[in-house]
C-alpha cells in the first residue's frame, strides 16, 4: 500500500528517471544489462570484487546514504518475522536464478530491449506477486 502522506512524485520520478539512465548508460557503455542478481552473482562466481559491477553495486548502497545528507530516510518497518524474511529471501534468490534474472534485470533493462523472455519472466513475477497479495489478504486475512 502507498504511503500517501509520505509519497513524493517529484524524487519519486527522479529515482526512476536516474535509474533509466544509469541501465541505458551501463548498456551502450558496458554492452551488459544492470540486473542486480547477475551483479552480485558475478563478484561471487570469481570475478572478483572489482570492475564495473562493484561500482554499479556501491553506488546502490550509497545512495541512500547521500539522501540523508538532504533529509532523514523514512522509518524502515517489516510486519513480518526474521524466518519469513529469511525464507522470503531465499525464495527470491532461487526464483532469479531460476528465471536468469531478477526484477530490474527483466522489468527494467529486458523490456526495454524487447526481450520476449523478459516480458514472460516479468508477468511471471508480477501475476506471481499479484496472486500472492490476493491470498495473503483475502484468503488467509493477513495484512490490510
Same mark, same amino acid.
Given at each position: 500500500?502507498?504511503?500517501? !502522506? =509520505?509519497?513524493?512524485?517529484?524524487? %519519486?520520478?527522479?529515482?526512476?528517471?536516474?535509474?533509466?539512465?544509469? %541501465?541505458?548508460?551501463?548498456?551502450?557503455?558496458? *554492452? &551488459? @544489462?544492470? *540486473?542486480? +542478481?547477475?551483479?552480485? $552473482?558475478?563478484?561471487?562466481? *570469481? %570475478? $572478483?570484487?572489482?570492475?564495473?559491477?562493484?561500482? /554499479?553495486?556501491?553506488?546502490?548502497?550509497?545512495?541512500?546514504?547521500?539522501?540523508?545528507?538532504? &533529509?532523514?530516510?523514512?522509518?524502515? &518497518? /517489516?510486519?513480518? $518475522?526474521?524466518?519469513?524474511? @529469511?525464507? %522470503?529471501?531465499?525464495?527470491?534468490?532461487?526464483?532469479?536464478?531460476?528465471?536468469?534474472?531478477? !526484477? +530490474?534485470? =527483466?522489468? @527494467?533493462?529486458?523490456?526495454?530491449?524487447?526481450?520476449? &523472455?523478459?516480458?514472460?519472466?516479468?508477468?511471471?513475477?508480477?501475476?506471481? $506477486?499479484?496472486?500472492?497479495?490476493?491470498?495473503?489478504? =483475502?484468503?488467509?486475512?493477513?495484512?490490510?
Amino acid at each position: 500500500m502507498i504511503d500517501w !502522506t =509520505h509519497f513524493t512524485l517529484w524524487s %519519486a520520478l527522479a529515482g526512476g528517471a536516474l535509474i533509466g539512465l544509469s %541501465a541505458g548508460l551501463y548498456a551502450v557503455l558496458e *554492452g &551488459r @544489462v544492470a *540486473g542486480i +542478481s547477475g551483479l552480485l $552473482g558475478g563478484l561471487f562466481k *570469481g %570475478a $572478483g570484487w572489482k570492475g564495473e559491477g562493484l561500482f /554499479f553495486l556501491l553506488g546502490i548502497l550509497a545512495a541512500p546514504l547521500l539522501w540523508t545528507v538532504q &533529509r532523514p530516510l523514512p522509518e524502515i &518497518r /517489516f510486519d513480518a $518475522g526474521w524466518m519469513t524474511l @529469511v525464507a %522470503a529471501g531465499l525464495l527470491v534468490g532461487v526464483g532469479s536464478r531460476l528465471g536468469s534474472g531478477c !526484477t +530490474s534485470g =527483466h522489468g @527494467v533493462c529486458g523490456l526495454s530491449r524487447l526481450s520476449g &523472455r523478459s516480458l514472460v519472466a516479468t508477468l511471471c513475477f508480477m501475476g506471481t $506477486g499479484f496472486a500472492t497479495v490476493f491470498v495473503a489478504r =483475502h484468503l488467509l486475512g493477513n495484512g490490510a
